[in-house]
């Protein structure tokens, strides 16, 4: 064995664990070098092993197991109130939710279905007056109006909401779609021919007046003789 491996192995083990035939010993024997090195060694390592002989035990056995205890029940309880505080988080913000947030969504969304809207709805069959009274029933909301046209035009004027646009477009087309519709019928009556009745001229007969007898009728000269 060389010196570096000698060296080598010192630094690696400790000469009380190494028996005396070991090949660094052997070697010790022969390099007076190595053997300087390995007696400081083995003093070093006596002193430290009689100071820490020297020194009291940092903490009793049983305290040291009772404190690990303590600590294990006290993460299992932090376990459990970091689960109860997420839990509880989780509740208070679906609370939130629930109570402000989505009633402003709905209230949003009503908002925007009550909305006001104006829309002209042009016609092609019936008369602006005709599709006021087909929508009329349906057009009652808050503001909800219709106005006719003054000057001829075929179309009406709705104002209301979403829905109520909707279901007045709807009732005109299927009103001008039906081909039973009467704005679809001819609204031209056919005049009825004139029938001449013949005058008749009461009292008039062939004969000549009526409640006479013709000349020469009667018996000649008055009443026949005896």
Not at 43 to 72: C, F, K, M
Not at 121 to 134: F, G, K, T
């Amino acid at each position: 064995m060389t010196c570096a491996q000698c060296l080598a192995e010192l630094a690696t083990g400790s000469l009380r664990e190494l028996p005396p035939d070991s090949a660094v010993m052997l070697h010790c024997a022969r390099c007076p070098d190595c053997a300087r090195l390995t007696t400081l060694l083995r003093d070093r390592e006596y002193n430290a092993a009689s100071a820490l002989n020297t020194l009291p035990p940092l903490s009793n056995p049983i305290t040291v197991a009772e404190t690990a205890g303590r600590l294990s029940r006290r993460r299992r309880v932090g376990s459990l109130v970091v689960m109860l505080s997420g839990a509880a988080l989780v509740v208070t913000i679906w609370i939130a939710a629930a109570t402000t947030i989505i009633p402003m969504m709905n209230d949003a969304e009503k908002d925007s279905r009550s909305a006001l809207r104006t829309e002209t709805i042009p016609l092609s069959c019936l008369s602006p007056q005709q599709a006021a009274d087909i929508i009329n029933p349906y057009v009652r909301g808050g503001g909800s109006t219709y106005w006719l046209p003054s000057s001829g035009i075929s179309a009406i004027t709705v104002r209301g909401t979403a829905a109520e646009l909707v279901r007045s477009r709807h009732l005109i087309r299927d009103f001008e779609n039906d081909p039973h519709a009467a704005c679809h019928n001819s609204r031209a009556m056919t005049p009825q021919k004139a029938r001449d009745k013949p005058s008749e001229v009461e009292g008039v007969t062939a004969n000549g007046p009526a409640g006479r007898a013709p000349p020469g009728s009667g018996p000649i000269g008055g009443a026949p003789r005896k």
